[in-house]
């Protein structure tokens, strides 16, 4: 903890967990889609279900989705923004059983025809916790700088992707990896000290098997 | 380093050294953060101009949340201020401050959560006042917002700062300790002084509830800001009067998390008793809501 835990964050109210935190998922799926999105549609459980509207909850993750970050003032305008950039949203309320409070399921079609479906929660303090991506389970919340690697299972992937962050000095805090089955889509999920370098995630990018790799800042 | 386990502590660290609470916290999160002290100045200077400009924005008369549960009244007491009211200006002016800012944030405006959203208004009702009323220069209220910072990680240690966990006397309660003891600092009274004035803000506001109609950052937030506000500026008047509190600050940190445990879950930000559950209070939910 330091002051500016305390004195901070500057941030586009009401509240950290509706607004914050709820910008921060878009932008998480924004960003695993890796292109602009055209279509969202928007799956809400349990209070944001309920509440989306009063809080402005709805206004939060389309900004995200748009790129935005959590002080931003357009994100009050955000919905006529998306009209205006051909960005098309619906939002449903659907329980998802065993879910967080403040869950949102996010699918997302891109101009050039990517798509991605990711699943989190706001979970207070503008803190967040993805649980789902593109069907495969993940656990991160954020609190650390993230680095999401979509890739193939195919052999000596990861010895790749983590001898690239030896060589950039990175040090991974904490590393998962969710293989459905064996042989096809997976994601690793790393947690680093400290800063990533953009030109790590460059690099990382442009090995084989790699599908998309994402930074995910933390707060 | 500082360990920020004790607000006692860290002002009688202060006082050895002959220096301000502030001074000796920034000195000592330049070492923390690993960053240079221009830098962690330059930071809280934005946070100071955003605090700023929230107030201006914030006294909007056509200003409504996103709710339309509330806004405008920032821009009524900004009116009445100028017939003095019953406690002058000054004091007519800080309110319309906090009002501005807990407003604005429930319109989605740009605030800083100091410690939350829900308590935005009170560092710029009573530091900003300072400020712009003429009191203190730039330099020491952007200082001051350090004093305060510290304040608040030592409450979010040993207690808590979120009101789910420890009702309103953890968001408004805890900003205002934090203005009080601000304020000492930039009314130059000493460090000691400064603890007291946080402790009797703290002994002020125990027990408050966290009750939000429709759970939203509104009703009856907006005007606990101006509360803390009244606090923050009483607490401090004793304080430099040379009133002690009988009772240590960190023991008042300790009751307040007592408090906070031991009050049921339906007045932590649930809202299923209390102002939120009223018969106004459920009618104004399903107006925003509908019938869920």
Not at chain 1, 134 to 153: A, K, P, R
Not at chain 1, 188 to 198: F, K, L, R
Request: aromatic letters at 4%; hydrophobic letters at 45%; glycine letters at 10%.
């Amino acid at each position: 903890m330091n002051v500016f835990d305390i004195i901070g964050p500057v941030m586009i109210g009401p509240s950290s967990s509706h607004t914050a935190g709820a910008v921060r998922l878009g932008r998480v799926a924004w960003k695993i889609l890796g292109e602009r999105a055209v279509k969202a549609e928007i799956r809400l459980s349990g209070s944001f279900a309920q509440t989306y509207r009063g809080h402005g909850t709805d206004k939060a993750l389309i900004a995200g989705i748009m790129g935005m970050h959590s002080d931003d003032e357009r994100i009050r305008r955000s919905l006529v923004l998306a009209g205006e950039e051909g960005l098309a949203y619906s939002f449903t309320a659907e329980d998802i059983p065993g879910a967080h409070p403040n869950t949102a399921r996010i699918h997302l079609k891109g101009e050039n025809g990517a798509e991605c479906v990711v699943q989190g929660a706001s979970i207070g303090g503008g803190n967040i916790l993805v649980t789902e991506i593109n069907g495969m389970e993940v656990s991160f919340t954020g609190q650390y700088n993230t680095l999401m690697v979509l890739h193939y299972d195919k052999p000596g992937t990861i010895a790749a992707v983590t001898n690239f962050m030896a060589y950039s000095g990175t040090n991974i805090g904490n590393f998962r990896l969710t293989r459905p089955r064996k042989g096809g889509e997976a994601v690793m999920t790393i947690e680093v000290d400290g800063d990533v370098e953009e030109s790590l995630i460059q690099s990382l990018r442009i090995l084989p098997n790699i599908i998309n790799v994402v930074l995910i800042r933390a707060i | 380093m500082l360990e920020y386990d004790s607000i006692a502590a860290i002002c009688e660290a202060a006082e050895q050294q002959q220096t301000t609470i502030s001074a000796l916290v920034l000195s000592d999160q330049v070492e923390q953060m690993e960053v240079s002290e221009e830098t962690l100045y330059k930071r809280m200077e934005n946070s100071l101009h955003v605090m700023q400009e929230a107030v201006r924005e914030g006294k909007n008369p056509d200003l409504r949340s996103t709710s339309g549960l509330t806004g405008g009244d920032a821009a009524k007491i900004e009116t009445y201020a100028a017939s003095g009211g019953i406690t002058g200006t000054f004091m007519n002016h800080a309110m319309a401050r906090a009002v501005a800012v807990s407003e604005y944030n429930a319109a989605m405006g740009r605030i800083v959560a100091s410690p939350t959203a829900g308590s935005c208004g009170i560092l710029p009702g009573t530091v900003v006042s300072m400020l712009e009323e003429g009191r203190c220069d730039e330099h020491a209220a952007v200082m001051a917002l350090f004093t305060a910072g510290a304040i608040g990680m030592v409450i979010a240690k040993n207690a808590s700062i979120a009101g789910a966990q420890g009702g309103c006397q953890a968001e408004c309660g805890s900003a205002s300790a934090m203005a009080a003891a601000a304020l000492v600092e930039l009314a130059g009274g000493t460090p000691t002084q400064a603890a007291h004035a946080c402790a009797i803000a703290i002994k002020n506001q125990l027990g408050l509830v966290c009750d939000p109609v429709a759970g939203l950052v509104e009703i009856p937030c907006i005007k606990r800001n101006v509360s803390g506000i009244a606090i923050a500026f009483t607490s401090a008047e004793m304080a430099l009067a040379g009133v002690e509190s009988k009772i240590p600050v960190d023991e008042c940190v300790l009751a307040m998390r007592q408090v906070g445990d031991m009050l049921p879950c339906s007045l932590k930000e649930t809202s299923q008793a209390g102002l939120a559950t009223t018969p106004t209070g459920l009618r104004m939910k399903k107006q925003v809501f509908g019938e869920n």
